[in-house]
């Protein structure tokens, strides 16, 4: 079983910047695969970048290259999502997610952590004009 718990949602106005935070209760180095996704309102949930623990090579969507980092910190077992340059479609609930089974590196790549996942319990992030 793994306990997720985000923290630094918040508002902030275009071109701004956010880093939210995600502790867990395990070794991240254990888990394959670990990301962050969002969901806005009337919209789909979509992952927003991901990171296989063992590989360390970072993942994200078209839309915010450039803009977010996702980092680890293995010694506070917290993973990071830096948002930069923010943006008004960046509005959504953000979830911190880690794979309960093995997921290839490619799977992880797509965002795909499986049947099992387990979820922080979200942060809003609203950005305005």
């Known amino acids: 079983q793994v306990s997720l718990v985000e923290s630094g949602g918040g508002s902030v106005q275009a071109g701004g910047s956010l880093t939210l935070s995600c502790s867990t209760s395990?070794?991240?180095?254990?888990?394959?695969?670990v990301g962050w996704f969002r969901q806005s309102a009337g919209k789909e949930r979509e992952g927003v970048a991901a990171?296989?623990?063992?590989?360390?090579?970072?993942h994200y969507v078209d839309s915010v290259k450039g803009r977010f980092t996702f980092y680890l910190d293995n010694a506070k077992k917290t993973m990071y999502l830096q948002m930069n340059s923010l943006k008004p479609e960046d509005t959504a609930m953000y979830y911190c997610?880690?794979?309960?089974?093995?997921?290839?590196?490619?799977?992880?790549?797509?965002?795909?952590?499986?049947?099992?996942?387990?979820w922080g319990q979200g942060t809003q992030v609203t950005v305005s004009t």
């Open positions: 395990v070794d991240i180095s254990s888990i394959s695969c």
């Open positions: 997610a880690a794979a309960d089974l093995f997921r290839s590196q490619n799977s992880c790549g797509r965002f795909d952590l499986g049947s099992r996942v387990y």
């Open positions: 990171i296989a623990p063992g590989i360390d090579i970072s």
